[in-house]
T-cell receptor, first 112, second 113 residues
């Protein structure tokens, strides 16, 4: 059974600081997704990583995938308050399906 | 439509009642997924449709849960004899085809009292 673990579960950081969220998964997969969720809202797709070594950047967020280590990272550069949300990684799993197995989420709070 | 649409947005029902939750995927998307998200947790997979058929229903918790997609577009998740433990946000997602990016709807918040 595929397990997806994120850490930290909760992150409180000051504006302007950098930090990395880690996503580890237990079974081989080459499809890794990052989503953002604001309170009471649905999931917003941030990044789709489909190969070993994939790196994608959007604004202050950068995501990478190491399929050999079964690890993805979401790096936050110079955090701003608007980044406050819960971030989920999800691993695509299955042969003829792309069901997503989600991590527990990282709740990020950015304060002045 | 522009995005995945789910109705109703909120549903309160009494224990033991039957409920139906509707999902209208993005036009042209052949893959459709249902997930359930409990408070403070990540979404959990329930069922996946490719076209009209349920290709993977391994996430349905028990036989009280059933989903259909008769014409390969709109899907309905049906829950019989609801229990308080069924209370959660039910999310629907669609993608162009298997293994492409999935887009989520706003969800239906189900509360069983």
């Amino acid at each position: 059974e595929l397990k997806v673990e994120q850490n930290p579960l909760f992150l409180s950081m000051q504006e302007g600081k950098n930090y990395t969220i880690y996503c580890n998964y237990s079974t081989t997969s080459d499809r890794l997704y990052w989503y953002r969720q604001d309170p009471g809202k649905s999931l917003e797709s941030l990044f789709v990583l489909l190969s070993n070594g994939a790196v994608k950047q959007e604004g202050r967020l950068m995501a990478s995938l190491d399929t050999k280590a079964r690890l993805s990272t979401l790096h936050i550069t110079a955090a701003v308050h608007d980044l406050s949300a819960t971030y989920f990684c999800a691993v695509g799993w299955g042969v003829n399906t792309d069901k997503l197995i989600f991590g527990t989420g990282t709740r990020l709070q950015v304060f002045p | 439509g522009a995005g995945v649409s789910q109705t109703p947005s909120n549903k309160v029902t009494e224990k033991g009642k039957y409920v139906e939750l509707r999902c209208d995927p993005i036009s042209g998307h052949t893959a459709l997924y249902w997930y359930r998200q409990s408070l403070g947790q990540g979404p959990e997979f329930l069922i996946y449709f490719q076209g009209t058929g349920a290709a993977d229903d391994s996430g349905l918790p028990n036989d009280r849960f059933f989903a259909v997609r008769p014409e390969g577009s709109v899907s309905t998740l049906k829950i019989q004899r609801t229990e308080r433990g069924d209370s959660a946000v039910y999310l629907c997602a669609s993608s162009l085809t298997t293994s492409t990016e999935a887009f989520f709807g706003q969800g239906t918040r189900l509360t069983v009292v």
